[in-house]
């Protein structure tokens, strides 16, 4: 995580951006990052008691056609998935098909969708 005096940048594009924007505009203010500041002091305002100490469950960062990031709160760190015609890997168990992060994976429904489409191209992935 980001030190205090570290500084950020994030870049949005499409549907995302679009979002953002028309937020900015109901805001009614100018600058970006004035909206980046009020959407995350709502946001912990409104889940302060959650974000007080380490997620209670796993939950999916980032999903892609090379795998998906998943959140351990055990672990307190994201854990990489890997999807290969060969199969799931994971880099924190070094296991196939059957570590704790691989069944929570396998458990999403945007996930399976995109295990089923490589799947259909002939990729050796559990059925789900």
């Avoid at 056609?65 to 990489?80: E, I, T």
């Avoid at 999807?83 to 691989?102: A, L, M, N, R, Y």
Wanted: one cysteine or more.
């Amino acid at each position: 995580m980001p030190d205090s005096s570290e500084k950020l940048n994030v870049q949005l594009k499409g549907e995302i951006a679009d979002k953002f924007c028309r937020i900015k505009k109901f805001l009614g203010l100018e600058q970006d990052t004035e909206v980046i500041r009020a959407l995350i002091t709502w946001y912990y305002n409104l889940n302060k008691d959650e974000l007080s100490g380490p997620p209670k469950t796993m939950w999916h960062i980032n999903l892609n056609d090379k795998g998906v990031l998943v959140w351990d709160p055990d672990l307190r760190k994201a854990v990489q998935l890997y999807f290969s015609k060969q199969g799931i890997t994971c880099q924190e168990d070094e296991k196939t098909d059957s570590c704790k992060h691989v069944m929570f994976a396998l458990s999403k429904p945007d996930i399976q969708e995109v295990i089923r489409n490589r799947k259909k191209e002939g990729w050796d992935l559990p059925d789900v």
